[in-house]
């Protein structure tokens, strides 16, 4: 922990508390809380589930007010965590210590070096996107994902493990003000106060997207839920028509978290439901009109003035519709070309408002796609455009998500995807 | 296509026709079809669509019984197109040729060394997953993506096109005979003789898995398939209600439709329903029992021999069900004997038929885990094992699924995916 903290450049005064060595990692030790020079922000309670209790009462005496604790063994475990968890929160209440966890193993905001993983993290990007739960993932594995395998990056990470004390409520009031974060992702087992979790979600999706995934949706998952974080399975329903009535994104997994806030992150919201699509493929084109029509999405049908267009590029015969099928058009003129025609000239269409460019990776794709996005977002800045990979030689398919998503346009595997994506960014904030 | 097939490894006859030069990569080419030396048992029409009736004729002079075309331009492509296949396909009918096309961009046979694919191929590793359809994908980006990006080879691959003469059913009827092919994949718009392919498919999903992803299947997307390949979508309740019927497994996109196909290549059937999840977030483990509950999978209780087990790698306090969170397994004793005690114990519960190992891929994972998959088929042979990576760094992660998968184990990103396999497994032929 101490490892990633110095790792995330912490700037303030770093005290780790051990009796036994005089430094680790270079930084000076104190025997016990009260011989360090100043009364700590924020303490770190690493110690074992029967040792926090009495180092509560240590930080209730030296007027620390805000404590992680990152053990386990509380009431995820059983009657008697749940009692030594009590103990805890006893000691919290009475001295007015706000305490995040028990079971939260870690906490990250890139832009003030704090990092309270107890997994080792590198240096994390910082960004919009802020994460909280009760999950450990948001601060070990999906920080690593996002670290290196995405562009956008992070204001925040909370993991609340128990949430004896923080809850999503807390972080929802706290995020919803918090001028560093531009959208909220949240993955939850259930809330305890359905009622003000409710009330906050709602004020917090008005003003910045909000994602959210439900772990406990089957009668199975609810069951797994009681023995992780020792949530309540019964407001499960509650729940479920709350989220939905809050204008939040309700999300199936993390992947598809992942996809939307990176949509919200890079990309503007659409000023209508019409979605251009332009594909190398005919099953693109069928599998995005399918997608399209689950989610609420229309398809203008493009004008005389894209068939003008297309003849650029395509023989006179070939007709065209939206979803376009370009496919003859890049036997006649290659990718490059076609794709840039067709992809401006839907872009120009009464009623898109986004567009889904999708490419299959193989050697007759190859072009400058990156460019070509790149000056897609320039002209058309107020219209969100995805890209849509759908195979490929697994390197090749690498370095084009690379160089897309470094010309500002999320990339996703699937055409379904992509218009979850866009119509996430439509229909936000609407309950 | 001619570099395709050389590329291939064809060992037959190869006899292109092109009146104008004497030879192309390297082969001797013939002036027309009358003056090659044996009669062609296949003919690949390289054409544009209104000079592929007068070749068909001379085909049928010459005896040929057997014809791909690969131009569009036909019935996807309005009234004219439609007209010139109607011509094309008359003569086919009146010599008695079999017609693959139009608009087939790709035959693949890796075994034979046959691959037609008006796109550039590599090399494709033999195996015995096959893949028709619609769609040139297949052919194209699939293609490539399986062999660079999956461990199971390929045993055919067709691209059907408009489907005006070998369709679904001649597919099928084919491929449920055919010693090569374990595993069919079929991506449709919609079939034009229900009945027959009910038929069909029942029978052929009794003998082999059959996975299929139907295009289609709202009214936006009906109206797609009908500018893609002038398929008729009128059939399409029935189609939903038949292909539910049959035993074959329904999914909803390409990537799906590829988790399903790598588990049916990989591993055996379960014995029953049961799954066994051991994981290293809590978070895994609530999601992988959400995802049981929606996929009828039961996941059986452990019993005191399983704590047991446990009790060598964790502390004694913590409570283990099924999924199993074994964080504090590893906290205590690292991964990698965590993991293999948890997983093999997992196994030996009764009513525990097929397993899923739940990773996040940070550096406190580091362990030998290909070496413990290959342990577990080892000596679980009859027991399906997956495994999922929740995140991690993105050069780690590809290591490890090439790694675990290079083992025998198929990698998912998300628990869904992986139960959703494990369920296919074990459903699939139950309509």
New interface residues.
């Given amino acids: 922990m101490l490892a990633n903290i110095i790792e995330a450049g912490f700037a303030g005064g770093l005290y780790p508390v051990n009796p036994g060595v005089e430094e680790i990692l270079g930084v000076r030790t104190y025997p016990d809380l009260a011989s360090i020079p100043e009364p700590p922000e924020l303490v770190i309670a690493v110690l074992p589930r029967t040792q926090t209790r009495s180092l509560m009462l240590e930080c209730a005496q030296a007027g620390v007010r805000h404590v992680i604790v990152p053990a386990?063994?509380f009431s995820?475990?059983?009657e008697?965590?749940r009692r030594l968890e009590e103990g805890v929160m006893e000691v919290a209440r009475d001295a007015g210590i706000t305490l995040m966890g028990p079971n939260s193993i870690g906490t990250v905001c890139p832009s003030s070096g704090l990092a309270t993983s107890i997994?080792?993290l590198d240096r994390m990007r910082p960004g919009i996107v802020a994460l909280f739960?009760?999950?450990?993932?948001f601060s070990?594995?999906?920080?690593?994902?996002i670290?290196?395998?995405e562009k956008f990056g992070v204001s925040k990470i909370a993991c609340l493990g128990n949430k004896a004390g923080v809850d999503e409520v807390d972080m929802l009031e706290y995020l919803r003000g918090d001028p560093e974060t531009g959208v909220i992702c949240i993955?939850t087992?259930g809330v305890s106060d359905g009622r003000a979790f409710a009330e906050v979600l709602r004020e917090a999706a008005r003003e910045k997207p909000v994602v959210v995934l439900k772990?406990?949706?089957?009668?199975?998952?609810r069951?797994?839920?009681a023995?992780?974080?020792g949530s309540l399975a019964g407001s499960d329903k509650i729940y479920d028509g709350l989220v939905a009535q809050s204008g939040a994104v309700r999300v199936?997994?993390?992947?598809e978290m992942l996809d939307v806030a990176k949509a919200f992150a890079m990309l503007p919201a659409p000023a209508g439901n019409g979605v251009g699509v332009v594909s190398i493929?005919?099953?693109?084109?069928?599998?995005?009109?399918?997608a399209?029509?689950?989610l609420g999405l229309a398809?203008p049908q493009p004008s005389k003035r894209f068939a003008e267009s297309m003849k650029e590029v395509a023989?006179e015969?070939?007709?065209y519709?939206n979803?376009a099928?370009i496919?003859?058009a890049i036997e006649a003129s290659g990718p490059e070309r076609s794709f840039t025609i067709a992809s401006a000239a839907m872009l120009e269409e009464e009623g898109v408002d986004s567009l889904a460019v999708i490419f299959?990776?193989?050697?007759?794709s190859r072009m400058d796609a990156a460019g070509m996005f790149a000056s897609l977002r320039e002209r058309y800045p107020e219209s969100p455009v995805t890209a849509v990979l759908?195979?490929?030689?697994?390197?090749m398919?690498a370095d084009w998500r690379d160089s897309i998503e470094s010309a500002g346009v999320p990339v996703y595997?699937?055409?379904?995807r992509a218009l979850r994506a866009l119509a996430a960014l439509k229909f936000r904030g609407r309950p």
């Fill in positions: 386990a063994g995820d475990a059983g008697e965590g997994v080792s739960g009760q999950s450990g993932l070990s594995g999906i920080a690593r994902w670290n290196t395998g993955y087992e772990g406990g949706s089957t009668e199975q998952g069951v797994a839920v023995s992780h974080t199936n997994d993390f992947e493929t005919g099953a693109g084109c069928v599998l995005s009109a399918d399209a029509g689950l398809l023989p015969w070939v007709p519709r979803p099928d496919w003859a299959t990776v193989i050697p007759e759908m195979g490929g030689d697994s390197g398919l595997t699937s055409p379904a």
